[in-house]
């Protein structure tokens, strides 16, 4: 009886196994998030007065995918990484630049030696890394490294007198409807990059 048990495990166990691999080699987390954009004014006493903020929407589907939208623009970056710019007020996506996606930019390019600690943004356990203006440090971007994707960033250009900051909320891991992960029908499209 001792022996059948183990023999029933053994199954089970690289059943396990087999199903955690899987989940590992998918392309990406499919994501559901609202996400804001606010812009703040520092004062000379280092305090802050918020000028602006802004709602939007962010949607990843597990193919790479990607609608990134505020306010009447929108970011939309199929799965090759084409990526477009889309003005609703005008009708028109024009192509932006052909990118490695950022989920997969996270998994493959990003260096361990880059992050400068961990952080808690929006119930998310996020590595930080500086971000850069022009070469110079301006910031923090919070990443939270198991779904590749930027929870958090803030950059206060150097020099400036504004702090830029857009963060995703309301964060839910499922595959959005494909109907919102395509330029719109009846969207004229510009296929030639900006010289």
């Known amino acids: 009886m001792k022996r059948l048990r183990l023999n029933l495990w053994v199954p089970i166990l ?12 998918s392309p990406t987390e499919p994501i559901i998030a609202k ?18 903020e802004q709602a939007g929407t962010f949607y990843r ?13 929108s970011t939309f970056s199929d799965e090759e990484g084409n990526t477009y710019e889309i003005n609703h007020n ?13 989920h997969e930019w996270m998994k493959t390019k990003m260096l ?23 070469g110079e440090p301006c910031g923090k971007s919070y990443l939270y490294l198991p779904y590749a994707l930027e929870v958090k960033m803030e950059c206060k250009p150097p ?10 909320y309301n ?5 959005p409807d494909p109907a919102l992960l395509r330029i719109p029908e009846g969207y004229s499209i510009d296929n030639e990059p900006e010289q």
């Not at 996400?35 to 602006?52: C, G």
């Not at 028109?92 to 490695?100: C, G, L, P, S, Y």
């Not at 964060?171 to 595959?175: H, K, M, N, R, S």
């Open 90 to 102: 005008r009708k028109v996506a024009r192509f932006v630049e052909h990118q490695v996606p950022q």
């Open 171 to 175: 964060i839910e891991v499922a595959e």
């Open 112 to 134: 361990p030696e880059s992050i400068k600690g961990y952080e808690l943004v929006n119930g998310l356990n996020c590595a930080v890394r500086p971000v850069l203006f022009n």
């Open 14 to 25: 690289l059943l396990f196994v087999f199903q955690s691999a899987t989940r590992a080699e």
């Open 159 to 168: 020099g400036g007198n504004r702090l830029m900051v857009r963060e995703l």
């Open 35 to 52: 996400q804001r954009q606010l812009s703040y004014e520092i004062q000379p006493d280092d305090s802050m007065v918020l000028k602006t």
């Open 61 to 73: 589907s597990s193919s790479g995918a990607r609608m990134d939208s505020m306010g009447f623009i």
